[in-house]
């Protein structure tokens, strides 16, 4: 189990930033990824694995409208 | 068209381009009011980064008023009465060519006139088809 | 008809010459009075106390309206003003965003102070011209025009029975007219309206800018709360200003260097991030719709449903095509953002100008949201043709989509039927009923009367003569203090249901904007955290409103670390930028801080406005059921397993239990929830338990007047 925006997320082996961006329907591009306390820059959303446990927040950055 | 081109490695940094530019756009010899910028380089000292428009002409859709254009002899050049010094086109330079100073509503920038490269002692720039 | 006709048949009502000012650090220190009763123009001064206290723009209308006016005024009263005014900042040509004008008037629609932003080249040339504002007052007996000439120096008041009323024709009639050749036609900027502010409430005004690589006017709108309908009460046909000369240090700024320094930044940042981030050059707001739809934030079908299936059928890449592309959409000069995007060379398909071929400034999120998604028409041509014509008549395309949007699901559910609508199959995704609703509205006849009256007055027509149910009006009527509310869905976010149903003016996302820090980050869980955030953002983006700022270049573009400061959300270098234009505009040193604190006046101010009007309390900051949860049976369902789960964590037993049951527990729950924000939010503003500001914080702003005083003493 993860935490995605302080919500439970399945874990699952091998599982990308990127996977979960589409799993959550994040499609909004002014995100900030930040696992565990530290930003993962944008370039590497598609390779940086997910581990069990992770706590892992995206913030949308847009205050909108 | 000739533009002025650049083979940085001849440049010793005296300036003199500058000096030339803005006495002949301004009237005064200030290189803050130039529109070719000599800058050394901070990691090499003693050699020299030359920045200067290549008249590729991208800020022309950019700005709002039509100030922006390709003149006749193929320059693109800054029509003084439609400018309103609004700076997009500083902003949107691939090449960082425009510059400003806060006595000149306009920006400044490089209108192909060759004064700078009659100066140059080394070569560093010349006149040569676009 | 030629223009020189249309300029023969004018009758000179009233002329007043004046000596041309000087811009001093945004100021002229001086404001234009009209009376169009008794046609006078006069000059007044402006004070230290109205620029320490007011600052411009907003400010400075509620500071002219509050004193024209009683608390008995109506907006149809000859005492109403419409009040124009930029701000100190507005005007600068280096950093994107900064031409916006401010508009103010008491509302026909919710019958207090409305304010509205707005671009177009009027507020800035108003003040070149030498005015910091324009304030009209009374009613003119027959149509009339006001002239500004910035560059002779004289104003006129004239009749002018000839020229269009529909914005389109009169922005290109008065451009033409007043415009010495083509290139001079950018030196002019128009305000009108059109016939649909005088047959509806929801009047809006149209800001023209000329567009010099199309040749033709564009318009900005200050759409909302019938401020059109105001202008065309008194018998505006078109203000218009012309100015020529501007330069980089019109404004007369302090420090110039500073300006273009800051401005340099963010035309860099958007040169090389906007292609990556919103794309706002490319699409404009367009871009949200694909975004809202993706988030669940989409209204659908009268704010019921959060998503469609069919949305991408008007998502950007689809209004990609329509919009014209590589063109300097700015809407003042320097606005590299440039979101004004516009349709070229569309042929209309309906109403009066059918089969002509005009320029549309289509379309916004707003109105793609609204009128497409929201009525369940996934069909950008129709987006197209219901932008134009809503701006030509004058109308504001919010408040005519959600007042259709309702009249739809009133159809759909039988509170009203054809022989009410006379004839007119108005169901969700009927686009030709939805057109022809729009040309009804707008000529006022049929149903379209009732309708262009909004949708509190809707609600109470429904239940008084047709015998609907008030409550369940009340539930799905999409309005707070009477205006009709702009369109995101905001039920899963409490602190977004706090910043639609506390704003000021009513339910419009300009005063805060808190759906993803709050619904999709959880960056603020507590009350106090909600409290604080509906604090900050509110004020922050009022002070846009003050300095005749736009929000976009703020959070629609941000620096590549924006992510890793402190606070993301406040974008903190930008607001270093607005410190800096500010300080050098003016030549004050203030702080971030103060940014909050001069809003906090303001703010404050407006809040007690409503209050002399006889609002401003808590019991008109509550919104209908469905800005915070689902009405009706439908709505439950599409989100089952979200509310079923929020029902369980809260220790509810829903095992067995209906749908309508769980449908009351969750509504009693959010309906306090909302009441809980409303306290925290109070306190942390520092207002009463009811909502009105306490005298200690009056005092602390330093707006404490002897007749605000008086006024609030009354509700401590
Ligand atoms: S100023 Fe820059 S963008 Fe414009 S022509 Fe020169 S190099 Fe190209
Ligand atoms: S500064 Fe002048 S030339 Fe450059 S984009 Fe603005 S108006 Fe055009
Ligand atoms: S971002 Fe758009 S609305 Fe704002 S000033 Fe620029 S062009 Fe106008």
């Not at chain 3, 709108?221 to 330069?247: E, H, L, M, P, W």
């Not at chain 3, 067995?656 to 942390?684: F, H, N, P, S």
């Amino acid at each position: 189990m993860i935490k995605v925006n302080k919500e439970d997320m399945e874990y699952q082996e091998g599982m990308t930033i990127e996977d979960i961006l589409r799993k959550k329907k994040y499609t909004f591009r002014m995100i900030t990824v930040i696992v565990n306390g530290r930003v993962i820059p944008k370039d590497q959303h598609s390779a940086y694995r997910i581990m069990d446990g992770d706590n892992v927040d995206v913030v949308h950055i847009m205050s909108g409208g | 068209m000739k533009i002025v081109k650049t083979k940085p490695e001849l440049c010793n940094g005296c300036g003199a381009c500058m000096t030339a530019c803005s006495k002949t756009r301004y009237k005064v010899e200030d290189p803050q009011k130039s529109a070719i910028r000599v800058k050394e380089n901070s990691e090499k000292p003693g050699s020299y980064e030359i920045i200067v428009c290549n008249h590729c002409g991208e800020c022309i859709p950019v700005c709002n008023t039509e100030a922006m254009h390709r003149a006749r002899n193929g320059a693109v050049r800054i029509d003084d009465v439609k400018c309103v010094g609004c700076c997009i086109c500083v902003g949107f330079c691939p090449n960082n060519a425009i510059f400003t100073h806060p006595e000149i509503n306009e920006p400044i920038k490089c209108i192909a006139c060759g004064a700078c490269t009659r100066v140059c002692p080394t070569g560093a720039i010349y006149m040569e088809e676009k | 008809m030629d223009l020189l006709e249309m300029k023969k048949a004018h009758k000179l009502l009233a002329r007043m010459d004046y000596e041309l000012g000087k811009v001093e650090k945004g100021y002229t220190n001086r404001t234009l009075y009209i009376n169009l009763s008794d046609n006078t123009i006069k000059t007044k001064p402006v004070t230290e106390q109205m620029k320490e206290i007011f600052i411009g723009g907003r400010g400075f209308g509620l500071w002219y309206l509050w004193n024209a006016i009683t608390e008995k005024t109506k907006w149809s009263d000859p005492e109403n003003e419409i009040i124009i005014s930029t701000g100190p900042i507005g005007g600068i040509t280096q950093y994107p965003g900064a031409g916006k004008s401010l508009v103010v008037t008491l509302s026909p629609t919710t019958g207090s102070v409305m304010d509205n932003n707005t671009g177009g080249y009027f507020g800035p040339l108003l003040k070149f011209a030498g005015w910091d504002a324009l304030e009209i007052q009374g009613k003119a007996e027959k149509d009339v025009i006001i002239y500004i000439d910035g560059n002779s120096g004289y104003v006129t008041i004239e009749e002018a029975p000839l020229e269009a009323v529909d914005s389109h024709l009169a922005a290109e009639q008065f451009t033409a007219m007043y415009a010495d050749s083509e290139e001079d036609k950018r030196n002019v900027a128009v305000v009108s309206s059109g016939r649909g502010a005088e047959n509806t409430l929801i009047g809006l005004l149209n800001f023209s800018f000329y567009d010099v690589k199309r040749g033709v006017p564009r318009m900005k709108q200050a759409a909302r709360g019938g401020t059109g309908t105001v202008f065309r009460d008194k018998k505006i046909k078109a203000i218009i200003v012309k100015y020529s000369g501007v330069k980089g240090d019109t404004n007369g700024p302090a420090d110039k260097q500073k300006i273009i320094d800051a401005g340099l930044r963010l035309h860099r940042e958007i040169y090389e991030l906007d292609k990556v981030q919103n794309r706002m050059r490319e699409v404009g707001t367009a871009h949200l719709t694909e975004i809202m739809n993706d988030y669940d934030l989409l209204p659908v079908m009268n704010f019921q449903y959060g998503s469609h299936q069919d949305a991408v059928k008007l998502s950007s890449d689809v209004f990609k095509e329509y919009f014209t592309q590589g063109l300097p959409d700015g809407c003042w000069y320097g606005c590299s953002m440039a979101c004004a995007k516009a349709v070229d060379n569309f042929e209309l398909k309906t109403g009066p100008y059918k089969g002509q071929k005009v320029c549309v400034d289509a379309a916004e999120y707003e109105t793609v949201a609204g009128v497409g998604a929201n009525c369940a028409i996934f069909d950008p041509e129709y987006v197209i043709e219901a932008n134009f014509y809503c701006d030509t008549y004058g109308m504001d395309i919010i408040s005519t989509a959600t007042s259709m949007a309702f009249v739809m699901e009133c159809y759909e559910r039988g509170i009203i039927n054809k022989e009410i609508t006379g004839g007119l199959e108005i169901k969700f995704g009927n686009k030709d009923a939805a057109l022809e609703l729009i040309h009804q509205m707008g000529n006022g006849y049929g149903f379209g009367k009732i309708v262009g009256q909004g949708v509190r007055r809707m609600k109470k027509i429904f239940a008084e003569e047709y015998g609907a149910d008030p409550n369940l009006l009340n539930d799905i009527g999409m309005e707070v203090k009477g205006l009709e509310c702009s369109q995101y869905v905001s039920k899963e976010s409490l602190a977004q249901q706090g910043g639609y149903a506390l704003a000021n003016k009513g339910p419009q996302h300009d005063e805060a904007w808190l759906i993803f820090m709050d619904m999709v980050n959880k960056q603020i869980p507590t009350f106090e955290d909600k409290a604080q955030a509906l604090f900050y953002f509110p004020l922050f983006r009022t002070w846009f409103g003050l300095n005749g700022l736009c929000k976009l270049p703020w959070n629609d573009i941000e620096p590549a670390d924006n992510g890793l400061t402190d606070e993301p959300a406040k974008v903190p270098e930008h607001v270093r930028n607005y410190v800096d234009i500010f300080n050098g505009v003016t030549g004050k040193n203030i702080t971030k801080e103060d940014i909050i604190l001069q809003s906090e006046r303001v703010y404050n101010f407006q809040r007690i406005f409503n209050l002399r009007m006889g609002y401003g309390t808590r019991k008109y900051d509550i919104p209908p059921y469905r800005f915070m949860g689902p009405v009706t049976k439908e709505e439950y369902e599409s989100r089952a397993e979200r509310y079923d789960n929020q029902l369980k964590e809260l220790g509810y037993d829903i095992e067995g239990k209906t749908v309508e049951e769980k449908i009351k527990m969750l509504r009693e729950y959010r309906e306090d929830q909302y009441q809980k924000l409303c306290d925290a939010v109070y306190k942390r503003r520092g207002w009463t338990p009811d909502g009105v500001p306490t005298l200690e914080t009056v005092k602390r702003l330093g707006i404490h007047f002897p007749d605000v005083v008086e006024l609030i003493s009354k509700h401590q």
